[in-house]
């Protein structure tokens, strides 16, 4: 069992920054591929961004490519993942989700074993 809990988050306005962070425990979340999904009202949850278990790969989304960056410390019981927001946009307002799946490709493919509880981002214009 891997146990995922988030942090950060809250209201920006155009422009600016946030960060979130994901607290990932369990005996092999260390090894596990991770990453970050949002949904917005009324559509479907989608990909942002994956890190493999030694963060040596990472994939963004499109619409992020360039604005957000993933990272991950792997401590010897804990991991912590965080996603840094830059040049945020109002259409990146949505409630977004840590999550963790043994394979980092599953994350890409959308193949979740684990979610975190979900964190709001509100970009004002």
């Known amino acids: 069992q891997v146990q995922l809990v988030q942090s950060g988050g809250g209201l920006v306005q155009a422009g600016g920054s946030l960060r979130l962070s994901c607290a990932a425990s369990g005996r092999t979340s260390g090894s596990y591929g991770m990453g970050w999904f949002r949904q917005a009202p009324g559509k479907e949850r989608e990909f942002v961004a994956a890190?493999?278990?030694?963060?040596?790969?990472?994939?963004?989304a499109d619409s992020v490519k360039g604005r957000f960056t993933i990272s991950r410390d792997n401590a010897k019981n804990t991991v912590s993942l965080s996603l840094q927001m830059n040049s945020l946009k109002p259409e990146d307002t949505a409630v977004y989700y840590c999550?963790?799946?043994?394979?980092?490709?599953?994350?890409?493919?959308?193949?979740?074993?684990?979610w975190g509880q979900g964190t709001q981002v509100t970009v004002s214009s």
């Open positions: 999550a963790a799946s043994p394979l980092y490709s599953s994350i890409v493919s959308g193949q979740i074993d684990y």
């Open positions: 890190i493999s278990w030694n963060g040596a790969t990472t994939r963004y």
